[in-house]
């Protein structure tokens, strides 16, 4: 544990390099209003921090810059995420205010958001559909022997699936399915279908029988999908062209970031730094990540990717607030 004035010297030191991307020295460190000692005490504090690999000096007679472990002990120092400044939280308010249409679209563009709020990349994993609940269902004629069926879930999601019908279903007997489907299945989950009563119908029957098993054969195997906004901020944030070509490869890797973002989650992380996620091509990068929750069960992740020099407050901040606007953007359908 650091004690006090170490913590402020080091914290200082961070806020300072996360501001400038340049070596910060010991005159500038005493200048700052919560540090009450003189540069030479600094100094010597600075090379304890070093010492102890919290900071490293890149060269000689440079100032220092702050190491994973600085890093770690800076965001351990936070109180919270915090709150977005006044600009971006209308902006936050404005975006849930305008945001319709289908649920992907939405995710798409509140990755986006979460780019424009940290200058980061944003990272949206959707909600997973087999948790969700059925809220309604349609079966509807498109043709003589095809009808559409139309499922809207709890975590805003529209499942839509084409299913074959016997050619002399007709409407009446779509309406009865569609009737029957809705007495049995609304309130449960897309895991847990069950199974459904007959009519006494035939025709009503088959058509009842295609369209569950059209929910469930498209759902097997079924991966949460991710929405990435913001990429190219990545190719600013860094110097080195290898480092942007290996982490733009992860991002376009669906399978391995949803894995991270679940695996960060299980262990308790809301912030991850450098090597502390376990992927190689993302040791230069921080991520802060949440689950959002739909109707009060976590169902989704947000996330916000950028460089190990990221803006801590902010980014816990932008994670928070959206997180929790999407949480109820979904309940409330």
Known sequence: MLDE?????????VEEYIATAQPVGSTHVAATPDISVSPATVRNEMVVLEHEGYLVQPHT?????????GYRAFVDQLTGPGDLPPAQGQLVRDFFTRAHGELEEMLQETSR???RLTDYAGVVVSPQAEAAHVRSIHLVGLSAHVGLLVVV?????VEKRTVEVADDTGDERLAAAT????????GRTLA?????????????DAAVDRAIQSLRSDGEGELDHLYVGGAAQIA???????TVREVLGTLEQQFLLVGLLRDLLDRGLSVSIGAEHGLETLADCSIVVAPYEVEGERT????????????????????AVVGNRLGRRLSDG
């Open 5 to 13: 004035r170490k913590a402020a010297i080091l914290r200082a030191v």
């Open 61 to 69: 007679s440079a100032g220092r810059v702050p190491t994973d472990k």
């Open 113 to 115: 958001l979460l780019s």
């Open 153 to 157: 879930l709890s975590n805003g999601a």
């Open 179 to 186: 009737a029957h489907l809705a007495a049995h299945l609304v």
């Open 192 to 204: 847990d279908l069950g199974s459904v009563p007959a009519t006494g119908d035939g025709l009503t």
């Open 236 to 242: 600013s944030a860094f110097d080195a062209v290898e």
């Open 300 to 319: 989704g992740t947000i996330a916000v990717l950028g460089p190990t020099r990221m803006n801590y407050p902010q980014a816990l901040a932008a994670v």
